[in-house]
């Protein structure tokens, strides 16, 4: 297909083209090159390194709604919880020994974490591990939030945009959350300096073909340092319980375009790919992928930190997790490493 070729030449397509690419995407000839080129260029930029985030999932209590998360504050049988500082900190002690030197802290949108407490938190990480890098993970915040938080020592911050449709982003979120103010606060974070996540979800309830090209074209005027994106899962407490999951391959090859777009991009292979496919995560980084993003959280929050249903991982220890990803990806030819893993520009 020349719409490849020219990709492949060009990092980029207009959104015509993305959209009749991601309509290609059962060709699995299609698929291959895109995905041969993908890990091509990867291992150009960063050889056979995969990176790893320590998540920490520290609160599920949210204000917001949105109409497919587990954790919506409309759910009433979410069990909810909330780390302590202490916890938070005892789970750096132990992904610092396994090798962490990047944190993600990511909640809900939860009030209790004023700026001062939050602040707080990320100064006491980059104190006790100056050589690490904390990721925020929040969601929507005021500039000047943004901008504390980043004195505070916050390196870099993921908020997915979701999708980049209006009428779409309406039909995922109530009507206070909006698609404008979500690319404010993208904005806001880019000019502040931080390394920035966007991203969104693929197949999610109403999503098209041209849904996906805007997300594409989004990506590719935005450049994110990160792309976060994974399949949608169904949460049974949600409006969207009977809706069908998003599509592995269709995701595997967001991932391959999306390596090809963004070369130096910060790629993670998702935990929602890895519910899907028993090898979800392995087959991202034959896809262009370069991250993966392990659960630092204690074992016993985190069957509560539930997005969708069946999360994996959740049974787990910190350690087991780790070795666990650790063969996963040599299984496939790559290598997880102890570093920081910034982007590389
Ligand atoms: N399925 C897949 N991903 C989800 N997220 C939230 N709910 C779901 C779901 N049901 C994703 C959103 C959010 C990220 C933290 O998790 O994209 O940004
Ligand atoms: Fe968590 Fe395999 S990655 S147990």
Known sequence: M????KLIREHRLTKEEYAELIRAYEDENLAKRLADEAVRLRREIYGDAVYVRGLIEFTNICKNDCLYCGIRK?????????????????CCVQGYHLGYRTFVLQGGEDGYYTDERLADIVSAIKSK???????LS????SFESYRLLKSAGADRYLLRHETANVQHYQRLHPPELTLENRMRCLRDLKQLGYQVGAGFMVGSPYQTAECLADDL????????????????????????????????????FLLSIIRIMLPHVLLPATTALGTLNPVGRERGMLCGANVVMPNLSPVENRKKYELYDN???TGEEAAECRGCLANRMKSVGFRLVTDRGDYCP
């Open 138 to 141: 929040v969601g929507e915040r």
């Open 74 to 90: 409309s759910n009433p049988n979410a069990e909810r919880y909330r780390l302590t500082k202490e916890e938070i900190l005892d």
């Open 2 to 5: 020349d719409i490849a070729d």
């Open 311 to 313: 999360k994996i991982c």
């Open 129 to 135: 591990y100056p050589d690490c890098a904390v990721t």
């Open 217 to 252: 074209l989004l990506l590719q005027e935005f450049q994110p340092e990160m792309a976060g994106i994974g399949p949608f899962i169904p949460h049974h407490d949600t409006e969207f319980a009977n809706e069908p999951a998003g599509s592995v391959e269709l995701t595997l």
